[in-house]
Nanobody, 123 residues
């Protein structure tokens, strides 16, 4: 089992920034691809960003590309999502995700989920 705990969500004005963090614990974190998904009210959960185990490759949805940046620190078992130039359309619950052997690019491929953290962007 891998436990994922997100933090850093909150309320921010449009144009502002937030940094989400996800701390992993439990069995070895080694080899896991990590990612972030989000779910807005009344919508399906959607992919936001992902990063490979080595951090050598990152992936973003078109809606956040150029504004969000995913990173990880394997020594600390953490993965972060820096979100800049936020808009009300970014309002959602953000979930950390872990996948054995490869980045989690789809919800169906995720092995572990965090409990989620709320991000609200006011206009």
């Amino acid at each position: 089992q891998v436990q994922l705990v997100e933090s850093g969500g909150g309320l921010v004005q449009a144009g502002g920034s937030l940094r989400l963090s996800c701390a992993a614990s439990g069995r070895t974190f080694s080899g896991y691809g990590m990612g972030w998904f989000r779910q807005a009210p009344g919508k399906e959960r959607e992919f936001v960003a992902a990063i490979t185990w080595t951090g050598g490759n990152t992936y973003y949805s078109d809606s956040v590309k150029g504004r969000f940046a995913i990173s990880r620190d394997n020594a600390k078992n953490t993965v972060n999502l820096r979100m800049n130039n936020l808009t009300p359309e970014d309002t959602a619950v953000y979930y950390c995700a872990a996948k054995r052997r490869g980045p989690p690019l789809g919800g169906g491929a995720v092995d572990y989920w965090g409990q989620g953290t709320q991000v609200t962007v006011s206009s």
